[in-house]
Nanobody, 125 residues
């Protein structure tokens, strides 16, 4: 069993920054791929970014909508994954979830087995 808890959401003005954290208990650092997803009111869940290890390398992938603005990283010693979000736009508003996969990776939510409860991000004046 893997428990995930997100933190770091809040209200920020357009152009601002937030850093989300995903803390995992029962975490085996090299086994799980971690993804960040978001869901805005009335919209479908969207994959934002994911990070996974392969052959000793850390790999990342981003949705086109956040490429160049968001950065995903992980601290294996702390069992945490972070999403640094810069140059935030109103369309980045939504509930952000982290999720863990038992080996596969990507931006499709169906690939992930464990989900956190989410943290609200609101980008507004």
């Amino acid at each position: 069993q893997l428990d995930l808890v997100e933190s770091g959401g809040g209200l920020v003005q357009p152009g601002g920054s937030l850093r989300l954290a995903c803390a995992a208990s029962g975490y085996t650092a090299d086994y799980y791929a971690i993804g960040w997803f978001r869901q805005a009111p009335g919209k479908e869940r969207e994959g934002v970014s994911c990070i996974w290890n392969s052959d000793g390398n850390t790999n990342t992938h981003y949705a086109d909508s956040v490429k160049g603005r968001f950065t995903i990283s992980r601290d294996n010693a702390k069992g945490a994954v972070y999403l640094q979000m810069n140059s935030l736009k109103p369309e980045d508003t939504g509930i952000y979830y982290c999720a863990a996969s038992g080996g596969v990776y990507g931006l499709e939510g169906t690939l992930y087995d464990y989900w956190g409860q989410g943290t609200q991000v609101t980008v507004s004046l």
